[in-house]
């Protein structure tokens, strides 16, 4: 056995205002080059929102799925109808949320990492009412070694989009 951390950003619903300073945080902090440009459209965390409810939901991009789910269940929150798709973290055929805007590339929380490390991801850092938090967990688990997953990604991805096209989303952001 070995141990492991996990890092997780924890979102109370109840205390988040709608304001998407986290939106905002983190598209800043992915634009090529870091911090030049604000467009919410290039974010991996998205707020969902119901003004006239006074509900704001933010929710972090997850992987890429190939093919649109199956499932087409409704959740009533304080009474509105929403979709499962309001809150899938996932990029999929089906909806724009958590896509390239340029390239149409699928986008996925990667925690802020870079080269020193923050402290805790962007989103987190500028959430003032404190809907966001962060937290390293240690877990305990078998190491998986997946050196293919790479591999796979790349493939979906030009499977989908191109290789030109993502030759030319890797140029563009290798330049930063």
Request: aromatic fraction near 6%.
């Amino acid at each position: 056995m070995t141990t492991k951390k996990v890092k997780e950003i924890k979102a109370d619903i109840d205390k988040c205002t709608g304001c998407r300073a986290c939106e905002m945080a983190c598209s800043a902090f992915h634009a090529v080059p870091k911090y030049s440009i604000i467009n919410p459209a290039r974010s991996r965390i998205r707020v969902v929102v119901d003004e006239l409810k006074d509900l704001y939901v933010p929710i972090r991009a997850g992987d890429y799925a190939q093919a649109e789910c199956n499932g087409r269940h409704k959740y009533v929150i304080n009474g509105k109808e929403y979709s499962e798709c309001s809150f899938c973290r996932a990029s999929c055929q089906s909806r724009d949320y958590f896509k390239e805007p340029d390239s149409g590339l699928p986008l996925k929380c990667d925690m802020c990492e870079s080269e020193p490390p923050l402290l805790e991801p962007m989103c987190v850092q500028v959430c003032e009412p404190g809907c966001l938090t962060y937290e390293e967990l240690e877990e305990e688990g078998d190491e998986e070694d997946r050196p293919e997953e790479m591999e796979i990604g790349l493939e979906s991805l030009v499977k989908k989009h191109g290789l030109k096209t993502v030759m030319d989303t890797f140029a563009r952001l290798s330049k930063g």
